[in-house]
């Protein structure tokens, strides 16, 4: 999909949560947010800092992440995905004003999910894939939240 494409439908799923009574996400919006630019002295994309979250802690994330995209109707999760170095990438994007530290209490889920043909506002009968679900927790103890999404 063109980018428009995908704005649109990002527009379209942020719209269909207002309708199904979800409260709208806070925070940057991760389409519409500047991403920061490679500096020279940026290290190379093996160098880059991963997120380095248990299994336990992602399931933990999966599970709150799963029970956000319950709330959207006529919508059927196909996958909820783990990257470390993208997670940490758009950990990055989305809080770059944050240290390490800070960063390592975020992470990024991508969803891969389908429409069904009752759809009055996404595709119907349609996928879509990379949705970000951006999720926070308080500290190494405190539960995943759920902050924003988008593409």
């Given at each position: 999909?063109?980018?428009?494409k995908?704005?649109?439908?990002?527009l379209?799923l942020t719209?269909?949560?207002?309708?199904?009574?979800c409260?709208?996400?806070s925070g940057?919006?991760?389409?519409?947010?500047p991403?920061?630019?490679a500096?020279?002295?940026?290290?190379?994309?093996?160098?880059m800092?991963v997120?380095t979250y248990s299994?336990?802690?992602v399931a933990q994330a999966?599970e709150?992440a799963?029970?956000?995209f319950?709330n959207l109707?006529?919508c059927t999760?196909?996958?909820?995905d783990?990257?470390p170095?993208?997670?940490?990438?758009?950990?990055?994007?989305?809080r770059?004003e944050a240290?390490?530290?800070?960063?390592?209490?975020?992470i990024?889920?991508?969803?891969?999910?389908?429409?069904?043909?009752n759809?009055?506002?996404?595709e119907?009968n349609?996928t879509?894939?990379d949705?970000?679900?951006?999720?926070?927790?308080?500290g190494a103890?405190a539960?995943?939240t759920?902050m924003?999404?988008?593409?």
């Open positions: 999909m063109t980018r428009i995908w704005s649109l439908a990002a379209a719209f269909a949560l207002a309708l199904a009574g409260a709208a996400p940057p919006d991760p389409v519409n947010s991403v920061p630019e500096s020279p002295s940026a290290p190379a994309e093996s160098e800092p997120h299994d336990e802690e999966k709150a799963e029970a956000e319950a109707t006529g999760l196909v996958s909820m783990y990257d170095q993208r997670s940490y990438e758009a950990a990055v994007q989305y770059p240290g390490e530290a800070e960063l390592n209490n975020w990024v889920l991508f969803a891969t999910f389908t429409t069904d043909e759809q009055a506002i996404l119907p349609s879509y894939e949705y970000m679900y951006i999720l926070h927790r308080d103890d539960p995943w759920v924003d999404g988008g593409f």
